[in-house]
């Protein structure tokens, strides 16, 4: 997944949001569907389109004379490139020191210790010897 731009704004991600929910859809149906929630225009609603389209994270099907916006990657493929983008930018790509950083700030909860326990147990050793 090759972005122009590494970073995914609170207000794009809104959108993808309800792109990968709703399907395809219209400026207009986009605008309706957020307007009461976000308060956006339909120009506010243009602009980010504009600046995903740049980004590479959408793109358009044209009918007639309206465009319906659809993201071009999955769900899981901005997720995951997102992760491994915060993960290097905030803590060299070493997820060790940002639970370590976690774990000394008390941000971590029973649960969430419970839940990474049950990821190391199951992680199998591979032929090496290294884990996957």
Not at 42 to 54: G, N, P
Not at 84 to 105: P, V
Not at 119 to 124: I, P, R, T
């Amino acid at each position: 997944m090759n972005r122009k731009e590494t970073n995914i704004t609170k207000s794009e991600q809104k959108l993808l949001r309800l792109l990968w929910r709703e399907g395809p859809m219209s400026v207009m149906q986009i605008t309706g569907k957020l307007e009461q929630e976000t308060g956006w225009s339909k120009q506010a609603v243009i602009s980010f389109l504009r600046r995903m389209e740049t980004k590479e994270l959408v793109t358009y099907e044209q009918k007639g004379r309206t465009r319906y916006y659809l993201p071009i990657h999955s769900e899981e493929a901005v997720a995951k490139k997102e992760r491994s983008t915060f993960l290097q930018n905030f803590y060299h790509g070493r997820l060790g020191l940002m639970i370590s950083a976690m774990a000394q700030e008390n941000a971590l909860s029973q649960e969430d210790i419970q839940e990474i326990r049950k990821v190391l147990d199951a992680l199998k050793p591979r032929e090496d010897g290294e884990n996957t």
